[in-house]
């Protein structure tokens, strides 16, 4: 069973869910694909022993078989290629823009010279590790990388089928929040009973109905702001799996990043209970 | 004319808050929604919408079904498992990168253009705006960031004005990377904890490899003091300029409840030290912090 936790909006508290929901449970395997911002490490501490550096495919030019005919830069849809032809004395030159690139191959499979080989380019890292009985996997894309679905698909590759997965989503409603939903059996959709919360969550069921994947709601920091947020989950037949207050223990507990469920044992139990509804709504 | 993005990193730190704060505060200024996937500025400045256009980004491939063969070859080639065993695709998952239809031994696939969004021109109790919608599960969100920053930036010139404000996304990758393009300096928000700080430090990095000068804001400084104290060691130490820290305030939520900026609400504290956080920022013009 794969449980993914989204938000839209960011800041509302997948990352407490996702860590305490996986601490609250058996036989977890937990997989942070907020590549771009990954701190679920921060709250469960794994012992990241493995490392494994992430590429996407780009081309590489073999100059002495090129002829500057364009092809390459005619079937690139990203613009990823230039190519300027040879002109009397002066020869051409084809230039790779990688960081446009998707890696499709699209460029060295209609390469009539065959002149163009896919080489390796490094986007981030995949780095798991065990943390206590769960197994901890995430991703970290390198500093001023554009794209973080490719990176986001290679943690997912990871997926172990014998476990309950929880996948930390990445804020938002595009195509990293696709890249990392899909697939999942159920998604928790966590969000605050303010006009902004509300806003996004409505953008984030959007996305899950879209992908028609079975979702529920929890709400953090429920008593900060309006009942908005619940008349519109009952409007909309959407259960509300979770409400949680906010308190400065929580937040100065978070601060620290330490897990809730270290400070109220007692939300363990709650946990619990949503995880069997959940399996219960899938069934 | 000065270009000021509201980035964070990390999510909910604040952004779009700070960033309706500074619609009250500066004078003769665009503004504009950069977080386009989620935007939320418009709930705070209710803009009117002058002008309404199709963002049009990017293809999807569609297979025509009376002249396909089924051989199978476009399956083979698709790095993005878009295309079913019965030869439909899947518009989630197409990149639009047209392998499949250069290879198609009889063209049966067709590149089609995507709406993937929608972008505005309006008129606010504060000036203009420029916003936009991301369509639902779409891609390019950097390009639309682009294009907002491109027309905003347009507006500003035509209109004369000394700033455009923008509220960025969270996270490092396309939409923040091209909401930093250009800018005379970005004010990364963060609160004090410890994703918080970590996330802030991964976008200052990014800003600083795209050569864009930084100011840091610790925002409900006072939700972990001792927490907010080592944020500031940590500037002082590695040369992050702190403009400023606010507290939590509850009026914070009361204010976006009644769809009004901090600065119209009720009197805070925090309205003070958003005020002299703008101040500062908009003295630094004249020469000292744009670096």
Redesign the interface.
Known sequence: MIISVA??????GK?TVAVNLALSIDNVQFLDCDV??P?AR?FLKPHLNNQKKAYIPVPHIDESRCDYCGKCAK?C??HAIAVFPSQEAKIGTTLVFENLC?????CS??CPREAIKEVNREIGVVESGPCGKIEFVHGK?N??????PPLIRQVKERINPEKTVIIDV?????????ASV?GSDFCVLVTEP???GL??LI?AV??LR??KIAFGVVINCAD???DLTEKYCRQENIPILMKIPFK?EI??A????EPMIKVFPEYKKEFAIIYERMTGRIK | MKQIVIISGKGGTGKTVMTGAFAALAKNKVMADCDVDAADLHLLLQPNIKERHEFKSGQTASIDKKICQQCGQCIVVCRFNAINQDFTVDPISCEGCAFCSHICPVQAIRMEENIAGEWFISETRFGPMVHAKLGIAEENSGKLVSLVRSQAKELAEKEGCDWVIIDGAPGISCPVIASLSGIDCALVVTEPTLTGLHDALRVIDVARHFDVAVKLVINKYDLNTEMSQKIEEYCNKNGIFLIGKIAFDKSVTEAMIEGKTILEYKDTRIKDEVVKIWEELRDLKKGLGYE
């Open positions: 938000s839209g909006k960011g800041g509302t990352t771009e911002e701190n921060i079937v849809a990203y998707h890696g499709c191959g699209a499979a209609l894309l500093v001023g990388e554009a794209m973080s990445p804020p938002g409603t595009s195509c990293p929040v696709v899909r303010t006009p902004f806003n996004d953008l959007e996305v879209k992908l900060l702001g309006n400065k937040a100065m978070y601060s620290k990043g």
